[in-house]
């Protein structure tokens, strides 16, 4: 034994090295499982959230908006228009016959469901991002609209008097995160689409 292993230790090196190898392979083959079973169970919750949303929200009622839980009453009044806007062959153009007050509220939804501040005004066109501020108004969050107002200027093609700034979009997300500003649009949004229903109704 000894000398097949003096005369084949190379061989014995490449074993241990293959072991190796497959150590390695299994081990992140295991975590991108588990990060394959993370996403679905993800996937399916969300699943599940949008259609007991849709359930509740469509179609659109007063007593649905009354009725309705204020963490979830600015998500579920904007899913009722999403579900409208898939059913038409021009969106843009049928979004855009939406009242600014349905606009408003449907783009406030997707601000609170982008990652960043960052992301909603590089992920979306001029038709939402331009009108964020105002949508912002329209609940009364001056202060946090004011402080959009700079970071939209940096996107808005039309306006050449501000310069990009990456400090201050990480000035603006710094400020979101500390004062848990996505909370306080839902709730601001879910009280004035509770107090005025009648404007959200389809």
Not at 33 to 59: D, G, W
Not at 76 to 83: D, K, N, T
Not at 84 to 90: A, E, N, T, V
Request: charged fraction near 30%.
């Amino acid at each position: 034994m000894a000398e097949w292993f003096n005369e084949y230790w190379y061989l014995a090196l490449i074993f241990v090295a293959v072991c190796v190898v497959a150590a390695f392979v299994f081990y992140f083959a295991g975590k991108s499982y588990k990060r394959y079973r993370t996403s679905y169970r993800n996937q399916e919750a969300e699943i599940k959230h949008l259609l007991a949303l849709k359930e509740k929200y469509v179609p659109l009622t007063q007593k649905a908006i009354a009725e309705s839980d204020s963490s979830e009453t600015l998500e579920g009044v904007a899913l009722s228009y999403q579900v409208f806007l898939q059913k038409k062959d021009d969106m843009e153009k049928e979004f855009m016959l939406l009242s600014e007050e349905k606009r408003y509220i449907y783009i406030l939804d997707v601000f609170t469901q982008e990652k960043s501040v960052q992301d909603f005004f590089s992920e979306n066109g001029d038709i939402l991002r331009m009108e964020i501020t105002k949508a912002l108004l329209l609940i009364g969050m001056k202060d946090f609209a004011d402080r959009v107002e700079k970071v939209r200027l940096m996107y808005d093609d039309k306006d050449l008097t501000t310069s990009w700034s990456q400090a201050e979009i990480d000035r603006l997300q710094t400020f979101a995160d500390e004062n848990d500003i996505l909370s306080q649009i839902k709730l601001a949004g879910a009280e004035y689409i509770k107090n005025n229903s009648q404007l959200f109704v389809n």
